[in-house]
């Protein structure tokens, strides 16, 4: 049968079936044929497993149906290897907070993430009752947003739902992103009319969270849409291509078409389009920096993959080579 993944954790999942929740865990031939830690079932997957004859029992997943849509960011540790954040997303919520922990470069970053996802990014701007200048950061955020809508919410007033709701259409997925403390919990606990979540207040100084949701989490609403609470990242490593950060920054780019050079680093070579907006201000010079960080760590990444690849190649050679020198060794002397 058919079912969603709604939680994951070391292996163990919670699925949702027609029959209701249960749990589950891969069969023992798929553990052995996939290849990446990618295809593994992740919160939002649709599984085909074998039904059990009881509720309690554990079912077994055999196969991940083809994904419309993932969110993926490097793993954490030093393997640049991909971590499915969630899969099949329509609209990606990149939730920021308006107290201090409002940053229009993180915005820029999830931008990029959920462009190269295959989701819908909308900014959520959550905790409005706490905004000092609301014009001002509407205004910022939409300088950056790039025609992806802006929202303001607050979830603790329960104001701003029902644009929330414009976007969650019965039958469609959403996730919520966003650093700890931002308010996911508490939107979705606003949005089911419940203290459903778990949450908790931000650190007094600087507004940082608690890290209070630790593992990610799919939630049917009323209306026939389901959203996918997840933990704050601790820290956000893009895995994008260059074409998705042009995308983010299309007005840089656009500029960067009419350098003197085709390989122009826009770091002071003559003739650079970009400096010259620069120098007059068109393009602000925070954005400038985010723009060459964002690019600069795309490249970093690249390499890095590039370099485990030919490693997992060598070491994939030599098991061969191995094999092989066996081989020819009992076939000459059985
Ligand atoms: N003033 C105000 N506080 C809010 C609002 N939304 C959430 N909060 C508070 O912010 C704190 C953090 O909320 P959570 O919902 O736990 O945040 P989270 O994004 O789920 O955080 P993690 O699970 O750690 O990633 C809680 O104390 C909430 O009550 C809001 O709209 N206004
Ligand atoms: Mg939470
Ligand atoms: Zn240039």
């Known amino acids: 049968m ?29 553990r052995h044929t996939v290849q990446a830690r990618s295809d593994f079932p992740a919160v939002g997957d649709w599984v085909v497993l074998k039904q059990v004859p009881d509720a309690r029992s554990t079912c077994v997943i055999h196969a991940v149906l083809p994904r419309l849509s993932t969110f993926i960011r490097k793993g954490s540790g030093r393997t640049p290897e991909e971590q499915v954040v969630a899969a099949n997303i329509d609209t990606a919520f990149l939730v920021s907070g308006l107290d201090h922990n409002f940053n229009p470069r993180r915005i820029e970053r999830y931008i990029t993430l959920a462009y190269e996802s295959g989701a819908t990014p909308v900014i959520l701007l959550n905790k409005s009752d706490c905004a000092t200048d ?35 259409k019965p039958g469609t997925t959403g996730v919520l992103l966003g650093s700890s403390g931002v308010g996911k919990s508490s939107l979705i606990n606003a949005l089911l009319g419940t203290e459903t979540l778990r ?39 893009l895995m994008a291509g260059e074409a998705t950060v042009n995308r983010v920054f299309d007005e840089i780019a656009e500029w960067a078409g009419s350098c003197r050079f085709n390989d122009c680093a826009h770091t002071g070579e003559p003739g650079c389009a970009v400096q010259a907006a620069l120098a007059t201000g068109e393009l602000c010079r925070e954005r400038y920096e ?17 370099i485990h690849m030919k490693i997992a190649e060598q070491k994939r050679w030599k098991t061969i080579h191995k094999s ?10 059985p």
Not at 136 to 162: F, K, M, N
Not at 207 to 228: A, K
Not at 290 to 306: C, N, T
Request: net charge neutral; hydrophobic share 35%; glycine share 8%.
């Open 290 to 306: 985010s723009y060459l960080r964002q690019r600069k760590e795309i490249r970093h990444h690249q390499i890095e993959s590039d």
């Open 199 to 237: 949450t908790a207040a931000v650190r007094e100084s600087d507004s940082r969270g608690r890290h209070t949701t630790s593992s990610r989490h799919l939630i049917p609403l009323p209306n026939g849409s389901v959203l996918i609470d997840t933990p704050g990242m601790r820290e956000l490593q």
């Open 134 to 168: 609301l014009d001002g950061v509407l205004h910022e955020t939409e300088s950056i947003a790039d025609g992806i809508p802006v929202l303001l919410a607050s979830a603790t007033q329960r104001s701003g739902l029902d644009e929330v709701w414009g976007f969650l």
């Open 2 to 30: 058919a079912a969603r993944i709604s939680r994951e954790h070391c292996g163990a999942y919670t699925v949702i079936t027609e029959a209701g929740e249960r749990s589950a865990e891969v069969s023992g031939l798929f």
């Open 324 to 333: 092989m020198r066996f081989h020819i060794k009992y076939r000459k002397d």
